[in-house]
């Protein structure tokens, strides 16, 4: 993470008026997750939840019919996940941004920071969010 900046809180911005928003904690080494400004819970046990990184994919996203409506009859998304893109590493209150590279569907993704080194992730829970290219990710 030697490139990386400090980025205490990240926020998805999925639609207007609703994000979704990490605040990190040094002592925890997690990033607590709020769902519309309200700190989300486990609904099975009750505990808070938090992720001890958080993986950005940004990517091309569309909408299309080809594998049928939601519940409510929406079209579904689909998401260009093979191929390379850009993406972000939150990892230690940092903030590392990379390229993801995923060259088949069974494949895992690689992250590489812009030295080319792999952007290593921390043991524990990691939580990804797969957004469209056009999206700008904050943090501060």
Known sequence: FAASVAAGTVTIPYRAGFGVRYQYDPASRTYARYDD????????????????????IQT???????????????????????????????????RQDVTWSRPDIF??????????????????????HIVPNDWSIPSQ
């Open 60 to 94: 091309e996203v569309h909408f299309t019919d080809a594998f049928g409506f939601d519940p409510a009859g929406n079209p579904k998304l689909d998401m260009q996940l093979t191929g390379t893109g850009k993406g972000v590493v939150f990892r230690d209150g940092r």
């Open 37 to 56: 400004g309200v700190r989300e819970v486990d609904g099975a046990n009750g505990e808070p939840v938090a992720a001890r990184d958080i993986v950005v």
């Open 107 to 128: 494949d895992v993704f690689t992250l590489r920071t812009a030295a080319g080194e792999v952007a290593r992730l921390s043991p524990g829970q990691t939580w990804i």
